[in-house]
């Protein structure tokens, strides 16, 4: 099975625009879960979505949202960026069902905000 | 605050060498405690991962051993290689959701 995909995997953009990041999960796994990885803080949790509903979220601002769709693809957004927005945001995958919970990683998309 | 406690920070181990790093946590609700391995510019790779009902888990050159009454987990990597330089995760989630907390992270260097 192809693994978790992420686009894009580089981005650039100046504080006070918006980005959008997209998440493909493994084939059959309904379960996503959004990261933000930085060297200061480490790896936060942000937000988990199962058949597109958020079950869970974690202590970031509001303008942090993410959403899934019905083919359990989800996409992140982060609106009016700040510097320490910059991040490496990365996807994880997990199946249906709570036995095992293994969540597997994508490679992330890395944020650069200037 | 960081629900998870990992220690070293870095450890340098030579080829052949056992590395072994530690973690602790306080929640009682958590019942799933993996581990991951990171390259640079690379996800979080699953390695392996316990429950609370087993003490010690292997996998290869990989062990964890879990300690529930003393809340700690430690992950042992036997016959250490070049390739298994890495940054290393530990991680724990309550058994209601999955959401997993991670220690702060452990990068080893393994020295040929």
């Known amino acids: 099975k192809a693994g978790v995909t992420q686009t894009p995997r580089y981005l650039i953009k100046t504080r006070g625009q918006q980005v959008t990041l997209s998440c493909s999960p493994i084939s059959g796994h309904r379960s996503v879960s959004w990261y933000q990885q930085t060297p200061g803080q480490g790896l936060q949790f942000l937000f988990e979505?199962?058949?597109?509903?958020?079950?869970n979220k974690g202590n970031f601002p509001g303008r942090f949202s993410g959403r899934q769709f019905s083919n359990s693809r989800s996409e992140m957004n982060v609106s009016t960026l700040e510097l320490g927005d910059s991040a490496l945001y990365l996807c994880?995958?997990?199946?249906?069902?709570?036995?095992?919970?293994?969540?597997?990683f994508g490679p992330g998309t890395r944020l650069l905000v200037l | 605050q960081q629900q998870v406690k990992q220690s070293p920070q870095s450890l340098i181990v030579q080829k052949g060498g056992i590395s072994i790093i530690n973690c602790a946590y306080e929640n009682t609700a958590f019942d799933y405690f993996p581990w991951y391995q990171q390259f640079p510019g690379k996800g979080p790779a699953l390695l392996i991962a316990i429950r609370p009902d087993v003490s010690e888990k292997k996998e290869g050159r990989f062990t964890i051993s879990f300690n529930k009454s003393a809340k700690q987990f430690s992950l042992h990597i036997m016959d250490s290689q070049p390739g298994d330089s890495a940054t290393y995760f530990c991680a724990a989630s309550p058994s209601s959701d999955y959401k997993l907390s991670f220690g702060a992270g452990t990068t080893v260097t393994v020295r040929a």
């Open positions: 979505y199962f058949s597109e509903t958020q079950r």
């Open positions: 994880a995958s997990s199946p249906s069902g709570g036995l095992g919970k293994t969540q597997y």
